[in-house]
C-alpha cells in the first residue's frame, strides 16, 4: 500500500514557486500577491486562511488578509470585492466560504473577476475547465489531480467513482477524472445521497474519491482489492482522550480500508495541504497571465 503524501508532495511544490519567485525578483518582476476576504470568526476558517497567509510567506509571495465582521451586509462584500478587481497590484484573490446567512454567495462568487478568481468557483472559469480549455481549476481538485500525476497513479480507462457532488469537489473532480490527458482518460460515476446501492458501486471501482464530510463512511467492505482511495473529508469529531478534546477524521475508515487499497490519503496529511499548495500554484499563473498580458 502506498501513502500518498499530501504533505510532502505540497511542501515539493512550494518549494519549486519559491524557486520561480527568486527567478522574478532576480530579474526584477513583481511578485504574486494573494488577497484573502473573510467574513466573520468561524474558528476553522480562520485557522485556514491564516495558514494560506503563512504559506504565501514562505514562498515569497505578498499577501493581504481583510478581516471583516459577521454583520457585514452584501452590499458592503462587493464592494470590497470591486475594490480588489480594480487593484493593480492584487494577482489574485479569495473570499473564504462559508458566508454568514445575509450574503448571497453565488452573487459573490459572480462579482470575482474572473482573472483573479484563483479558487476557480466563478462560472466562467468553470466553464472553461468544463470545455478543457486553460483556466483555475478550482484548488482542491486540481491537488488531487497533482498527487495523482506525482504518484504515477494510472488513470486511464478505470473506473472513477466519486461521492459527493459539490460544485468545490465533487462536481469538478467528476469533470476532471473523464477529460482527456493525464490524470483522466477515465470512466467516472458520480455519486450522492440520492445514489441507490452505493456499496454495489464503489466495489466495482478502480479509483474512489470521496468528498462527503462523514466520518470513516467508506468501509473495507464498500472497496475492492488494490483500489485507490482518495480522502476528501475532515470533520472534528469529540475524542477526550486528544488535548484539543477533538480528532480530525476523514470520509475513510482508514485502519481498514487501507489494508485493501494500493493506495490512499491518510487524513489529515493527505488531501488538505495539497489545496494550499494549489491555490498558491494558481495565483503564480494569475501573475504570469497578467505579465503576458502588459
Known sequence: MVLLDGKKISNDIKEEITAEVNKMKQNGEKVPHLAAIIVGNDGASLTYVGSKVKACERVGFESTLIKLPSTTSEIELLSKINELNQNEDIDGFIVQLPLPIQIDTQRILMAIDPSKDVDGFHPENFGKMALDMTTFIPATPFGILELLERYNVETKGKHTVVIGRSHIVGRPMSILMGRKGFPGNSTVTLTHSFTKNIAQITTQADIIITALGVPNYLKAEMIK???????????????????????????????????????????????????????LKNTLLAREQKRLKA
Open 225 to 279: 482489492d488494490d483500489a485507490v482511495v482518495i480522502d476528501v473529508g475532515i470533520t472534528r469529531v469529540a475524542d477526550e482522550s486528544d488535548p484539543r478534546g477533538y480528532k480530525i477524521t476523514g470520509d475513510v475508515d482508514f485502519d481498514n480500508v487501507s489494508k485493501k487499497a494500493s493506495h490512499i490519503t491518510p487524513v489529515p496529511g493527505g488531501v488538505g495541504p495539497m489545496t494550499i499548495a494549489m491555490l
